[in-house]
């Protein structure tokens, strides 16, 4: 009888036992947290991981964005952040990203964090954004790419031409001082070595696809080339040419349609070769050289300029001797093509029985602008 009234009265001892150290466990977290509660008045801690600040400043001159990485830490965790009045997400450690689209000028960062204990902390944070001076130069490199054509044609099929002996090298010295001297990425330039009448239509269809309207467009022809008075049109001579007939004869007045195909906003065309002067709306100015490079820029240009007019030029080159010269030895940022065949026309006359031309090619949307060279 008395075994069985222990076992009966057992767990009701063991329950009120446990019950009152579950209470006792209780009260005494109740009276820690609460204690803790009474005694914290530290605010979180803010701390800046992608940006330097400096007394409550940062000072930004890339791009008008920035994505700032902050990380607010507390004892007692975190209850929310907030910037600039939007809630932000945090990690677990506190980590968070805010993206800012900046005006110039000061921008204010207001970041407010409140911890599990009501403790709050307020931090202003002044963004000055002031972009950097962008020059012409890297104006131009953001917005626009710097083609290239540049054909030599020194072998002719048919025998009744003569083939010539320096059109394929002066046109891979041009290609080099466009390369290693201004701003042309050699994959921009298309460099044709005794080109066909196919190769050269081929490369201009595939430039009046690729060219922008904020493109600039270099084409050079080295090789030999016709005037018929009769037709009043001028002739390039691909290597395929006959001189039977002028199926495989490259026309000026197909150049002159594919320089309006091709919506470049600068147009620079020279040729090493015998040349219809009706191509020009004008002969050159002489000018002093251009004081508002930006203004010429700015405005559309298609240019050209030849080593000589109607007569036959001489294979040996003084026209691309000079002007690759000129282009290598050239010191200054920006050269316009007006200064630059200005630099050299005199010595070309002077050794030469060539008279070089410049001026604008007529009917292909010319409005005063002019081509520019941007020196690396």
């Known amino acids: 009888m008395f075994i069985v009234i222990l076992l009966l009265t057992f767990p009701q001892l063991c329950s009120q036992s446990l019950k009152s150290e579950k209470s006792a466990l209780w009260v005494s977290n109740k009276a820690k947290n609460d204690t803790l509660a ?44 907030a910037v600039n009045s939007e809630l ?23 970041i407010v964090a409140v911890d599990n204990n009501n403790n709050l902390l307020r931090s202003e944070i002044i963004i000055e ?34 083939d010539l002996d320096n059109p394929v090298k002066d046109a891979r010295s041009i290609l080099d001082v466009l390369v290693n001297n201004y ?6 330039i298309t460099f044709l070595k005794d080109a066909t009448y196919k190769q050269i239509m081929i490369s201009f269809d595939e430039l ?7 493109d600039n467009l270099l084409i050079f022809y080295a090789g030999h080339g016709w005037w018929d008075k009769d037709a009043n049109n001028g002739y390039w001579l691909p290597s395929d040419a006959s001189k039977r007939n002028k199926s495989y004869w490259f026309r000026n007045s197909t150049l002159v349609d594919y320089l309006k195909e091709i919506q470049s906003k600068h147009t620079l065309l020279i040729t090493d070769a015998c040349f219809g ?30 080593s ?4 036959e030029v001489p294979d040996q080159s003084a026209f691309t001797k000079y002007l690759v010269e000129r282009l290598a030895e050239n ?17 070309v006359i002077n050794n030469s029985d060539a008279v070089p031309q410049y001026g604008e090619i007529r009917d292909v949307g010319d409005q005063g602008g002019d081509f520019v060279f941007i020196k690396k």
């Open 38 to 81: 009474k005694t914290d008045k530290t605010p979180p801690a803010l701390t800046f991981l992608s940006h330097e600040i400096r007394d409550g400043r940062y000072i930004h001159k890339d791009e008008a964005a920035i994505s700032l990485i902050g990380k607010v830490t507390d004892e007692s965790g975190l209850n929310y952040i």
């Open 88 to 110: 932000t997400p945090t990690t677990e450690s506190g980590v968070f990203v805010k993206e800012l689209q900046l005006i110039e000028g000061e921008n204010e960062l207001n």
């Open 129 to 162: 954004y002031a972009s950097s001076v962008m020059t012409l130069a890297d104006k131009i490199k953001k917005e626009s790419n710097y083609y290239g054509l540049i054909i030599g044609i020194d072998n002719y099929l048919d025998p009744a031409i003569n």
């Open 183 to 188: 701003t042309f990425k050699e994959e921009n």
């Open 208 to 214: 009046a696809k690729k060219v922008s309207p904020t």
């Open 277 to 306: 002067g009706t191509i020009f709306k004008t002969r050159s100015a002489f000018n002093d050289a251009p004081r508002a490079i930006e203004m010429l820029y700015d405005m559309p240009s298609r240019k050209a300029m030849t």
């Open 308 to 311: 000589g007019t109607l007569t």
């Open 331 to 347: 010191q200054e940022k920006y050269l316009s093509s007006e200064q630059l065949f200005s630099s050299f026309r005199i010595a």
